[in-house]
């Protein structure tokens, strides 16, 4: 496509040195702290180790290789009819979904994840651990066969529903490593609280509701079997991820929260959001919360295959610092933009497909938040076989230090013309066992 960059180098030149600098930046700790501060503290070392793995030096070629394996896994089959009674459209749900065995292999589902997330395990290694009990009464000392007892455990734990459920969360519930939490089966939704990712790794969120979170005081709350502390004000949040690595939130319906429906903040990377079902919230996702948090540029994320739908305003996503690939979601409402960022992240859109709101003043897909043309200019923010309807545009940029390299061609994303298949199925299924999902 004409203007389009054609190298990944320029790309990577300021990513890699960003991140080298962040790499090498020691952690600031006070000369008094307490037993809490110190525990997190050791906590968040690991976690920048961790982060450091996950993080990919080639994120061009990682986004080749996603869109490659769509447009393989589409390639023999049309799109355009629904055939047979189980239908998956895009690389993720072929994976799995049609299988009548998943609820007897659910740990298949650890194979599927793609993107920067792909390596996600979850659980995997780990016993199914049922939850019996939908009340959320105890933050110390958890009772067996809640949702907040599963998500503490030290060891993998592959986390599955008895029945329908709503948990209503008091406090925020804190996700601890290698858990899965997955809904098929059931009918779960999770309100009241904010789900917190931090300083974690290989968590995958799969087939749930959550909605209606709210923020809370905090207090006195475990985060696994050997620890337990004060928490401060969690924020409301529908997800929040702080400095946490191979994450996969896949097939989720998100409405209605307090603040954000996923953050992801702190330098956590190696991070795909797919198949999910946004609606009727302000700030839909923010990547990296402050413009004084470099670490930030060691972000990597992939979005691909949503809907953002109904009653959205802004920040799908809003971006700081890192390498996002936003690709084959269905934009069909906004407010005031829908993508948005600041502090020169690198934002590739491809096949995505965009209907602008019917007011004039707000076609635009793209905003760059606080910052001038002459800065924002250099930034690299690519839109390739975008479909671009009701007036929609994209506003590119990207500098003059590209240099074309044919041999380092992005390969193109499924086109946008695609994306209404695509995301056909994208929020909570419905799923009964021995039946493909």
Known sequence: MAGFIRSPLSILFYVLATAAAVASAA????????????????????????????????????????????????????LRRYQGPCMATNPIDRCWRCRGDWATDRKRLARCARGFGHRTAGGVDGKIYVVTDASDDEMIIPRKGTLRYGVI???????????????????????????TIDGRGAQVHIIGAQITLQNVQHVIIHNVHIHHSAPHSGGMIRDSKRHYGQRTRSDGDGISVL?????????VSMYRCSDGLIDVVNGSTGITISNSHFTKHDHVMLFGASNANPQDAMM??????????????????????GFFHVVNNDYTNWIMYAIGGNKNPTIISQGNRFIAPDNPNAKEVTKREYTPESEYKEWVWKSQGDVMMNGAFFNESGGQNERKYDQFDFIPAKHGSYVGELTKFAGTLKCRAGQPC
């Open 27 to 78: 952690p600031q700790t006070s000369s008094k702290v307490t037993s809490d501060e110190e525990y997190w503290a050791e906590r968040a070392e690991v976690a920048r180790e961790n982060n450091r793995a996950a993080y990919v030096s080639d994120p061009v070629a990682a986004m080749n290789r996603f869109n490659a394996d769509v447009l393989r896994s589409t390639a023999r089959r049309s």
């Open 243 to 251: 400095s946490s690595s191979n994450v996969w939130i896949d097939h």
């Open 300 to 321: 990597q994320i992939t979005v691909a295959f949503n809907h953002f739908g109904k009653g959205l305003v802004q920040r799908m996503p809003r971006c700081r610092y």
């Open 153 to 179: 455990q030290d060891r993998p734990l592959w986390i599955v529903f008895a029945r329908d459920m709503i948990v209503k969360l008091r406090q925020e519930l804190i996700v601890n490593h290698n858990k």
